[in-house]
Structures are given as C-alpha cells and as structure tokens.
C-alpha cells in the first residue's frame, strides 16, 4: 500500500454492511438481539456470524499509520447494533468519524465535511450498494463499488 502516502485522499469512509462485515449473509438490522462472543467469533441469537472481511483490519491498520483520517456511513435501522458490532469486532479504534443511521448517503456525507472540514474532493468512499455510489458520487466524492466485501487491493488500486 505505498501509494497511500501518495494519495489526494484525506479521508477514507466505508459502509458497512456488505463492505467491511457479512452478517451471516444478511445486514445488520435484519439480524436478532442480543448477540454474544463464542470462542472469539460474534453470533446473534439466530446463530448467525458476524463477521469482517479477511483484509478489514490490515487495511485500516495502514490507513492508520499513513495518518489518514477514517468515517463510517451507514444507513442501517439498528445503529446500537452496528456500535456493538464495531466494539465487539474490535474495529471502533479505528475511526475517527462514524455517522450511522437512516437516509440518503447525501446526508451522511454532509455531516462528515461539516465535522472534518475536509472538502467531498479529498474524500474516497467504498459502498456494496450502487444508489448509495450514484448518491454520493453526484456530491463530488469519488465512491468506489465494493463486491464481494472490501478486500486490500482495491483500496491499494485506487490510491495511485
Ligand atoms: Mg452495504
């Protein structure tokens, strides 16, 4: 990932569910409360995993230690669900901004310039979801689409 510390991009957000966790192949407010650790994986009460993508932790590890600044947008109904799932997953450290809760991206977005005082210019968004891509695009953020979970060589390729 060296061409991070090349990079225009000051702040990198993600969605969530679909882009950095897989919620036993659902999303996060369609899972059932209350959730529990079993020999360090998280499970609802349905038994499903809930689980990051392989590379989650190593990417915003480096983002971290190229000193970038990381956000959260999530349109999840269940934001108190997404917040312990960030903790119990151990990835809440990581970011510096997290806006999670109902709506259009538009709105979201709004809020983490109004906060960071970083332009949509200077900001790179990953999203499973392509109304969010268009939504946010259109704001002048460069959104990238995300298959199959966010994995390191997507972010490394849209870095340079
Ligand atoms: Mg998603």
């Known amino acids: 990932m060296n061409g991070l510390l090349k990079s225009k991009f000051e702040l990198i957000i993600f969605d969530l569910d679909f882009t950095l966790?897989?919620?036993g192949g659902t999303w996060c407010?369609?899972?059932?409360?209350?959730?529990?650790?079993?020999?360090g994986s998280?499970?609802?009460?349905?038994?499903?995993?809930?689980?990051?993508?392989?590379d989650v932790r190593l990417i915003l590890k480096k983002l971290k230690d190229n000193n970038k600044l990381t956000g959260i947008a999530s349109r999840t109904y269940e934001?108190?669900?997404?917040?312990?799932?960030?903790e119990k997953l151990e990835i809440r450290h990581f970011f510096d901004y997290a806006e999670i809760y109902p709506g259009d991206k538009t709105l979201h977005f709004n809020k983490l310039k109004k906060k960071s005082g970083i332009p949509f210019e200077k900001m790179i968004f990953f999203d499973d979801?392509?109304?969010?891509?268009?939504?946010v695009t259109a704001l002048g953020v460069t959104s990238i689409?995300?298959?199959?979970?966010?994995?390191?060589?997507?972010?490394?390729?849209?870095?340079?």
């Open 21 to 23: 966790w897989d919620c």
């Open 29 to 39: 407010d369609h899972t059932t409360p209350p959730f529990h650790m079993t020999d």
């Open 42 to 54: 998280l499970y609802d009460a349905a038994g499903r995993k809930i689980e990051l993508y392989p």
């Open 79 to 86: 934001p108190a669900w997404a917040n312990i799932f960030l």
């Open 129 to 135: 979801e392509i109304r969010n891509i268009r939504d």
């Open 145 to 160: 689409y995300v298959q199959n979970g966010i994995h390191r060589e997507l972010v490394e390729e849209n870095f340079y």
